[in-house]
Antibody
Framework: EVQLVESGGGLVQPGGSLRLSCAVS????????MSWVRQAPGKGLEWVAN????????YYMDSVKGRFTVSRDNAKNSVFLQMNGLRVEDAAVYYC?????????WGQGTLVTVSS | EIVLTQSPATLSLSPGERATLSCRAS??????LAWFQQKPGQAPRLLIY???NRPTGIPARFSGSGSGTDFTLTIRSLEPEDFAVYYC?????????FGQGTKLELK
């Protein structure tokens, strides 16, 4: 059974940091691009970041460049999102995803709340 | 950045009716467009990829069409479980983007 399980979300003050983790089971990520997508409460979807299988290429949406870092540990079948300098507008459910069509698997998400 | 504009924002229909959802891109995305369904509290679910292809397990009542800048998702005969929010999504170029969503609600 395919599972992507995100963790690491929580309440953080503006300017703070969080590190999200995504533990994958049911398939091996080592040859796959992996992604993070977010959704603010009651809002639409935003594609946050992509990372190449070997980690050599990373892409970020403009508003998180320089603040967020995506990484992976293929040996542990896991993907990470380091979020620094968090802003109120970063508050969202963050989903980890494998999205190489037609294969498309998402976790259930982890909630990040940014508030003082 | 490619902007995707979905219409209508809300669509009110009854079970058994046909639903037609539109997505327009600000520039050509060729066929690098997908449709997702999302229900409250759930992750998005891929319905259509590369504009007109259905993944295994997606019912045949869902179909997609279009290329370039204009795309359509058609649900042939609505079932009760189809009432949800639908998003189009392009991956023609980075940053990948989504439309703002169409809410399909029960009339």
């Amino acid at each position: 059974e395919v599972q992507l399980v995100e963790s690491g979300g929580g309440l953080v003050q503006p300017g703070g940091s969080l590190r999200l983790s995504c533990a994958v089971s049911g398939f091996t990520i080592s040859n796959l691009w992996m992604s993070w997508v977010r959704q603010a409460p009651g809002k639409g979807l935003e594609w946050v970041a992509n990372i190449k299988p070997d980690g050599s290429e990373k892409y970020y949406m403009d508003s998180v460049k320089g603040r967020f870092t995506v990484s992976r540990d293929n040996a542990k079948n896991s993907v990470f999102l380091q979020m620094n300098g968090l802003r109120v507008e970063d508050a969202a459910v963050y989903y980890c995803a494998r999205s190489d069509w037609p294969h498309d698997y998402w976790g259930q998400g982890t909630l990040v709340t940014v508030s003082s | 950045e490619i902007v995707l504009t979905q219409s209508p924002a809300t669509l009110s229909l009854s079970p058994g009716e046909r639903a037609t959802l539109s997505c327009r891109a600000s520039q050509s995305v060729s066929t690098s467009l997908a449709w997702f369904q999302q229900k409250p509290g759930q992750a998005p679910r891929l319905l259509i990829y590369y504009a007109s292809n259905r993944p295994t397990g997606i019912p045949a009542r869902f179909s997609g069409s279009g290329s370039g800048t204009d795309f359509t998702l058609t649900i042939r005969s609505l079932e009760p479980e189809d009432f949800a929010v639908y998003y189009c999504h392009q991956r023609s170029s980075w940053p990948y983007t989504f439309g703002q969503g169409t809410k399909l609600e029960l009339k």
